[in-house]
């Protein structure tokens, strides 16, 4: 089965900085991947899928790229409401495992 | 408005048995892939399963074949996630979301703690 691995598993950056999130799987996956958003105590939301495609009502600060194995969620200038867990998760086929999230705080 | 709505917590003893719905309004489950995803205290989110409710055709991801079983009923618009005997280990949130392909809709969660 396709492992999913990001990297790093945490980071702490200042608001207005770009922060940049890693996603491997472990064999091709086309474009099939999301990226997903956690607040403490909140539900997940999905924010990017297709790799690239930003979901309805998402800032634009967010991006996605790649395809294949890597993948790279980018946030343009952090803000504080962008504290939070982010999880990619590729969706082609099964099973469709998540990583294993990357914990963004602010400095 | 579309949602899925999730029963906000149980709490059972080890060895009972136990099923979570998940009912989904606003929109027709046999469009969808649904799917359930668990998340134990303080750590991620793992992907359980999912089930096409128009045939009950349903994947496990390895790591809960044969610990679950997912289930729905398409007259009631619902899908289920059960155990038929319960472990300390299961005690997590449980969310139930829609496909088909990225979960872009998700329930609020069941929270699931299991203690003697």
């Known amino acids: 089965d396709i492992q999913m691995t990001q990297s790093p598993s945490s980071l702490s950056a200042s608001v207005g900085d770009r922060v940049t999130i890693a996603c491997r799987a472990s064999?091709?996956?086309?474009?099939?991947l999301a990226w997903y958003q956690q607040k403490p105590g909140k539900v997940p939301k999905l924010i990017i899928h297709?790799?690239?495609a930003l979901q309805s009502g998402v800032p634009s600060r967010f991006s996605g790229t790649g395809s294949g194995t890597d993948f790279t969620l980018t946030i343009s200038s952090l803000q504080p409401d962008d504290v939070a867990t982010y999880y990619c998760?590729?969706?082609?086929?099964?099973?469709?495992?998540f990583g294993q999230g990357t914990k963004v705080e602010i400095k | 408005e579309e949602q899925l709505v999730q029963s906000a917590a149980e709490v059972k003893k080890p060895g009972e048995s136990l099923r979570i719905p998940c009912k989904a309004s606003?929109?027709?489950?046999?469009?969808?892939?649904m799917g359930w995803v668990r998340q134990m205290p303080g750590k991620g989110l793992e992907w359980m399963g999912i089930?096409?409710?128009?045939?009950?055709?349903?994947r496990y991801s390895p790591s809960f074949q044969g610990q679950v079983t997912i289930s729905a009923d398409k007259s009631i618009a619902t899908v289920y996630l059960q155990w038929s005997s319960l472990r300390a280990s299961d005690t997590a949130k449980y969310y139930c979301?829609?496909?088909?392909?990225?979960?872009?809709?998700w329930g609020q969660g069941t929270m699931v703690t299991v203690s003697s």
């Open positions: 297709s790799a690239s």
């Open positions: 064999q091709g996956i086309a474009n099939y």
């Open positions: 606003g929109f027709s489950i046999t469009n969808y892939w």
């Open positions: 979301a829609r496909g088909p392909d990225a979960f872009d809709l």
């Open positions: 998760q590729k969706y082609n086929g099964a099973p469709r495992p």
């Open positions: 089930i096409y409710p128009v045939d009950s055709d349903t």
